[in-house]
């Protein structure tokens, strides 16, 4: 018997100090749903940046070993509006789960009409005159 709790308290020890906390995730379109390739995702705490990694082929991201804590998690890609989603918990010991949805941004450009002024090129041959001596 006292073997077996030694044994119990042994695996214990063991599966706590081998658990690993982790922040997992997609980076999907809002409107499709389809996964955003290669989309990049940050960790930040306290203003600061802690880590980034880029999502895979199939918009996966993930973060091994990430210390227990609140932060902001914030998705960008190239065409899309960044998406800032503050105060995430990380619990300990877990595989903790924020998937992102990000909206195409649409940047619309004003049409300014400004008069321009050329300068007049005359396109003609114009005689050289020679100066005699």
Do not use: W
Not at 36 to 56: L, M, P, R, S
Not at 80 to 103: A, Q, W
């Amino acid at each position: 018997m006292k073997y077996l709790y030694t044994f119990l308290l042994f695996t214990l020890c063991c599966s706590l100090g081998f658990s690993q906390t982790s922040l997992k995730g997609k980076v999907m379109d809002e409107n499709s749903e389809e996964h955003i390739i290669y989309g990049n995702v940050a960790v930040f705490q306290d203003g600061k940046i802690i880590t980034g990694t880029e999502a895979d082929y199939v918009g996966n991201y993930v973060f091994k070993n990430i210390e227990p804590g609140i932060y902001d998690v914030e998705a960008t890609y190239v065409g899309y509006i960044t998406l800032r989603i503050t105060e995430v918990i990380i619990e300990y010991g877990k595989d903790n789960v924020l998937d992102f949805c990000l909206s195409s941004g649409v940047i619309q450009l004003h049409n300014h009409k400004k008069k321009r002024r050329f300068p007049k090129i005359r396109l003609g041959k114009k005689k050289a005159k020679q100066k005699t001596k």
